[in-house]
């Protein structure tokens, strides 16, 4: 996270520059029209012989009150400027790293707490910077060259003067821990009610199938009051904080009157020397009033900054590896030797001492109980999780070896989810990839069967579906989500589940297409149903993580075995791929 941080700071550093540079110079100006206004005053004592000199002064009054004007407004652009830049790179990183990062890392970290990442933990680092450019540098400022000009009026007022701030200083140092305390209950609090709202809008249409609206809603407003206390602790000791500084801005102004009144009339100081000091308090209320909120803001960056952290060290993949140079790329011989494999935390193995071997062209059928392993598998043929050497190689490479990125541009896996993005067909069909034409796309469409569903749309493959797909029906998102392998011309295909939701028509026409697809492919169907696999070249039957059957479709109904069960049970004959 340092290095990040440091490497987007280095990208606005002229702003910075600017910016420090400006505000010192708008605090010198400020400083210096109190002490012009002090120099009027002691001048009016003899207005017919001064009025020239008092000219003089105005106009530099004026003069001066421009240029600070316009130094403020440099300043102020250059902040808003180098502050948003600043937190759309934060977010730009934060985001490239959520992409990268393992899935094993990724996978327990709920939505809501991913949204608080970007909304609350990056807003809190930009609020930081914006505090520190805008308010800290002027407190810096105000403090050297204010309490310098203050000092050059009479050291003891400024002394006593000054005396406040100290107390203040110790109340706020002891304010600050409460302030740090309470922000993080009431991030934790944030966090576990984004989870919820981002929980309950995905299950929307379950809860109300099941008229769940009112329960819903007194969970929300409980974990909402929770929050709502917890925000007023964070309120009211940032509260304490300002109020402190109010009383400690009131004895400052009641000293200097009382003593300023005295060193006047004991000709120590003059009039516009008593003035221009009034002035310089009046520069010192707002950097005051905006200590403890700088404090503030720091403590929760802080927290911000350390969650940041923790999510910046989660290890990302190495997508780039061994570069193989294989001619034509991977070609889909797929070799697993003794593979067992457990998720991380769980002692029981989902993958069991699996052995597979496949030559590139031939088809591998995969069928099991529910929780067998199956697309787990997959998982692993696609190096989503990590695996020990040794165990799957394509090509005759180790997986370990093998560039990631070419391994899974030389994959087309269908899934058994169909999740689709809420953007048009287009990007849903390449996923965001810009090397394929609307022709190819519209090509893949018709491969799939879903061509005349988008032609009746408005804009065709530019329409813009809802999150998930949540305009389309459940065959229409499988049909989008078959393009994908129409359109990539892979030589490893895999097929996971993905015919559930197609229509007995539909589904004869897309599997005649799909049997065109995967000729001369290596192909891996994973299906329950025995029509889609029972032409596969070979069949394997996983339970409980082990292969307990494995045969061609004739072979596994000669054993007897938990596939000739799953024959008998499906009354209905399907069309196969390969039939």
Same mark, same amino acid.
């Given at each position: ?242 109020? *402190?500084? +109010? %009383?400690?801005? &009131?004895?400052?102004? /009641? $000293?200097?009157?009382?003593? @300023? #009144? ?92 699996? *052995?597979? +071997? %496949?030559?590139? &062209?031939?088809?591998? /059928? $995969?069928?099991?109980?529910? @929780? #067998? ?109 078959? #393009? ?96």
């Amino acid at each position: 996270m340092k290095k990040i941080l440091l490497s987007v700071l280095k990208k606005i550093k002229i702003q910075i520059i600017i910016i420090f540079i400006c505000v010192g110079l708008n605090i010198f100006l400020l400083t210096s029209l109190s002490k012009i206004i002090g120099i009027i005053t002691d001048l009016l004592y003899n207005i017919q012989e001064n009025k020239i000199i008092i000219y003089k002064y105005v106009f530099l009054l004026i003069v001066v009150s421009i240029f600070a004007m316009l130094l403020r407004v440099i300043w102020k652009y250059f902040l808003a400027v180098s502050t948003r830049i600043m937190e759309k790179k934060l977010k730009d990183k934060l985001f490239e790293h959520f992409i990268k990062i393992k899935l094993t890392n990724i996978q327990n970290i709920k939505n809501g707490e991913i949204m608080s990442y970007f909304v609350k933990d990056v807003g809190e680092i930009r609020r930081l910077m914006f505090k520190t450019l805008s308010q800290g540098t002027r407190i810096i400022y105000t403090l050297i060259i204010v309490m310098y000009s203050m000092k050059v009026i009479n050291l003891k007022l400024t002394i006593a003067t000054m005396c406040p701030i100290i107390i203040t200083g110790v109340v706020t140092i002891i304010l600050k821990k409460y302030v740090e305390i309470s922000f993080k209950k009431s991030q934790h609090y944030f966090t576990k009610l984004s989870e919820y709202v981002q929980e309950s809008t995905d299950a929307i249409r379950t809860t109300k199938a099941y008229s769940g609206e009112t329960s819903q809603l007194k969970k929300f407003i409980k974990r909402n009051e929770i929050l709502k206390k917890s925000n007023i602790k964070v309120d009211l000791y940032s509260t304490l904080l300002s109020t *402190s500084v +109010n %009383i400690c801005f &009131g004895f400052c102004y /009641g $000293i200097a009157i009382i003593y @300023g #009144s005295r060193l006047v009339l004991e000709n120590n100081i003059t009039i516009g020397d008593f003035v221009a000091f009034i002035g310089y308090i009046n520069l010192f209320y707002n950097p005051i009033y905006w200590i403890p909120s700088v404090i503030s803001a720091l403590k929760k960056a802080q927290i911000s900054y350390h969650r940041l952290d923790n999510v910046f060290s989660l290890e990302e993949e190495n997508l780039r590896l061994i570069d193989l140079n294989n001619e034509g790329g991977i070609h889909g011989d797929i070799s697993i030797k003794n593979l067992s494999f457990n998720y991380p935390g769980n002692i029981d193995r989902v993958i069991d001492n699996i *052995s597979i +071997n %496949i030559k590139e &062209g031939q088809t591998l /059928g $995969i069928i099991g109980t529910i @929780g #067998s392993g199956k697309t787990t598998l997959m998982n692993l043929l696609l190096k989503l999780y990590p695996i020990p050497n040794g165990k799957i190689f394509i090509d005759g490479n180790d997986l370990n070896n093998i560039d990631l990125t070419e391994l899974r541009n030389s994959i087309s896996y269908i899934t058994q989810d169909n999740f689709l993005f809420s953007t048009t067909i287009r990007e849903n069909i390449s996923l965001f990839k810009d090397d394929f034409s609307d022709e190819e796309i519209i090509e893949s469409t018709k491969e799939s069967m879903i061509s005349n569903d988008i032609s009746n749309m408005k804009n065709g493959i530019y329409t813009i579906i809802g999150e998930r797909g949540i305009d389309l029906s459940g065959g229409q998102k499988q049909r989008v989500v078959i #393009s994908r392998a129409f359109l990539n011309k892979s030589n490893i295909v895999i097929f996971d589940d993905t015919f559930s939701a197609l229509d007995n028509k539909t589904e004869k026409s897309l599997l005649e297409n799909i049997k065109k697809l995967v000729k001369d492919k290596t192909c891996i169907i994973i299906s329950n149903r025995i029509s889609d696999v029972k032409d596969a070249d070979n069949i394997i039957v996983l339970d409980n993580g082990k292969i307990i059957e494995q045969g061609t479709h004739t072979e596994l109904l000669k054993n007897n075995g938990l596939y000739n069960n799953f024959y008998n049970q499906q009354s209905s004959q399907e069309n196969s791929i390969f039939a």
